[in-house]
């Protein structure tokens, strides 16, 4: 975020941080360091391999056992990762200082292939009463309590037991009830046949990556559960200049932007962390750590949406651009 003048504001650490020093990170390497606090002194490459495998059963589990699920899953036997996302709109400057679109969003994109004009991870600029903008990146809130999942007549959106809510395109019938019923309007329709560039139409179609998209289906942010089973960060907080976007795990209070560890739940609350329309009751799984002068809770929805690109869209074949 910037104010008159351009500058980053609160640029310093956000309170929260806990002295758990990893040093430089690989960011490819970074999500292994998730669950480090919570072991202690367990050595960094026995934790990552405890990580691998925990994430890699997770998500195996959850898409096999709950594709035609219709309620929230409680948490089993066992550790269940419950992943969270937290944005810090102080550091958020909408990649204004790199003079390019939103990177998280462009990282999406290119990532997911997500055709155009999809944005999984929407970024809206918003002037502040105080003066100055406010940058706020939105990818799906990932609700705890969803009521896309609760409409869709077939059960092809689904909730995981780490908390993300999923798609599955085979099953989707097209009708775009769960577009109607999300509040964040963060779901997206192939209204035509999507442009599909050659490593997309060479993918086996998974809910975990949604590609190759296909025609007539809803898509939306997957919060990357593919990524975490490989040990990776998301793309966009991969892709972000900035360490403005944390990725964790609720089980064991943690979270990492790629660079340093923190205690998930400190982050949120020493800086007065809060969710987009709390008062819903769909409890989000994505926090945002409000700028200076900004008015808590208000609707990312009031001003434009920031341009971006679709890095792949000359490869593909088809290419074909819709409205929304
Ligand atoms: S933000 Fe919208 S699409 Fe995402 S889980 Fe919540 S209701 Fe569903
Ligand atoms: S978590 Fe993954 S799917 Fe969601 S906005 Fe980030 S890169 Fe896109
Ligand atoms: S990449 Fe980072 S700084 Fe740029 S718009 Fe996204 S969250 Fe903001």
Redesign the pocket.
Known sequence: MTDKSGEAKRSQTPKGEVPISIGSVDRRGAIKLLGLGALGAVPLVASARVMDGLVRDIVKGSVAENQAADTVPTREAGRIRQWTMVIDLAKCDGCQSQGTPPQ?TT??IE??FAPQPME??EVYEAELNGGGSQFIPT??QQCENPPCVKVCPVGATFPTPEGTVLIDQDRCIGCRICMAACPYDRRFFNWGTPPIPPEAALSDYNPDHQAPASSGTVMK????PEMARDGTL????QACPNDAVWYGDLEEDIATNGRTVVKATKLVSDNNGYRLKEHLGTMPRVFYLPGHGEDIGRDPHDEGRMPTEWPWIERAEGAVTWTR
């Open positions: 998280c990282a999406c990532g997911h999984w991870i990818p799906c942010c997957d919060f990357c998301p793309y966009c907080i």
